[in-house]
């Protein structure tokens, strides 16, 4: 039986020499690894993005790929990336999802879990 399921980990990171606090301007990096933990080769084709900052002001991003790749996975590889956004608070978070078509056709989603971008040692 095919199964279709990729595995996502996340790491943060802030970048205060890209970052203007005195402008409400706050850059972080994140990296991805996405895994294909299920049985059938599968390609990522698009994403989606829930941004939220610190005032809950939400962005929202779609797009083909993710940074100008569109991974085809076998069973047990993984394809790391990194990319990043900025925004008007010192923490928000994001989350979202991975569009994505199996080699037999099959198409599923992969949720990608809520993540938390924060300035170092502020949150306790």
């Known amino acids: 039986m095919a199964v279709y399921d990729f595995a996502v980990t996340v ?3 802030y970048l205060a ?3 203007d606090p005195s402008n409400s301007n706050y850059f972080f990096t994140y990296t991805i690894t996405i895994k294909n933990t299920g049985t059938v ?3 990522l084709i698009s994403r989606h993005w829930v941004i939220t900052d610190g005032n809950n002001d939400v962005q929202e991003v779609r797009g083909l790929g993710v940074v100008g790749h569109q ?3 076998k069973p047990d590889e993984q394809f790391e990336y990194t990319s990043g956004t900025s925004m008007s608070t010192p923490q928000g978070s994001m989350h979202g999802e991975y569009f994505c078509v199996a080699e037999d056709g099959h198409q599923f989603e992969v949720k990608i ?3 938390v971008l924060s300035l170092p ?3 306790h």
């Open 11 to 13: 790491r943060t990171q």
């Open 121 to 123: 040692r502020t949150l």
């Open 71 to 73: 991974p085809l996975l």
């Open 113 to 115: 879990p809520e993540f």
């Open 41 to 43: 080769p599968a390609q």
């Open 17 to 19: 020499e890209q970052s």
